[in-house]
């Protein structure tokens, strides 16, 4: 299996931009996928694909990806935006899902 | 409205066994690839276990594989997990989860059930 790295925590002034990354080899072959986590709550899928957002999830949230690295990036960070942010690929056989360790968003 | 609603977490002992299930509505539940993704408490997701949308087709992470199993039933839009040889390790939220193909996007979640390996 692959593995994905993120940083485990991040801030933002409100109003502000932020990007999130994710870095794993595996990320060469397949786009991440992104989730935003509410305490208590189940994940939420924000981005997937390329660049794509489900119905329902605002575009201020947007993806992209450059070699082993993809980002989540929130442009004009709302305070409802605070949550953690996990994302994940296949890995490296294709079978395989594997999750990063998670982003703590706090929007100051 | 899409919903995904697990079951038949709970308190279980070291070495016992416990089945989730996971009903769906709301989607083509038959088309769906099926995950199980599991949360300790206080810890990140961690993916355990793909079941392709014909059932013939399954995947486990090296932690769980040999001791879970997962399967479906079209018919009954449901999803299970068996879980044997449960150890504290184990621990966690249980989430099912969705995906339209074989990618990492899962787009449909439940809210969970927690199931305790403990003494």
């Known amino acids: 299996s692959s593995e994905l790295t993120q940083d485990p925590a991040v801030s933002v002034a409100l109003g502000q931009t932020v990007r999130i990354t994710c870095q794993g080899d595996?990320?060469?072959?397949?786009?991440a996928s992104w989730y935003q986590q509410k305490p208590g709550q189940a994940p939420v899928l924000v981005i997937y694909?390329?660049?794509n957002r489900p119905s329902g999830i605002p575009d201020r949230f947007s993806g992209s990806s450059s070699g082993n690295t993809d980002s989540l990036t929130i442009a004009g960070a709302q305070a409802e935006d605070e949550a953690d942010y996990y994302c994940n690929s296949r890995d490296s056989s294709g079978d395989h899902l594997v999750f990063g360790g998670g982003t703590r968003l706090t929007v100051l | 409205e899409v919903q995904l609603v697990e079951s038949g977490g709970g308190l279980v002992q070291p070495g016992g066994s416990l089945r989730l299930s996971c009903v769906a509505s709301?989607?083509?539940?038959?088309?769906?690839?099926m995950h199980w993704v599991r949360q300790a408490p206080g810890k990140g997701l961690v993916w355990v276990s793909r079941l392709r949308s014909d059932g013939i087709s399954t995947v486990y992470a090296d932690s769980v594989k040999g001791r879970f199993t997962i399967s479906r039933d079209n018919a009954k839009n449901t999803l299970y997990l068996q879980m044997n040889s449960l150890r504290a390790d184990d621990t966690a939220v249980y989430y099912c989860a969705g995906a339209p193909d074989i990618s990492s996007q899962l787009d449909h979640w439940g809210q969970g059930t927690l199931v305790t390996v403990s003494s």
């Open positions: 694909g390329k660049n």
């Open positions: 595996n990320l060469r072959n397949y786009y």
């Open positions: 709301g989607f083509t539940f038959s088309s769906y690839w």
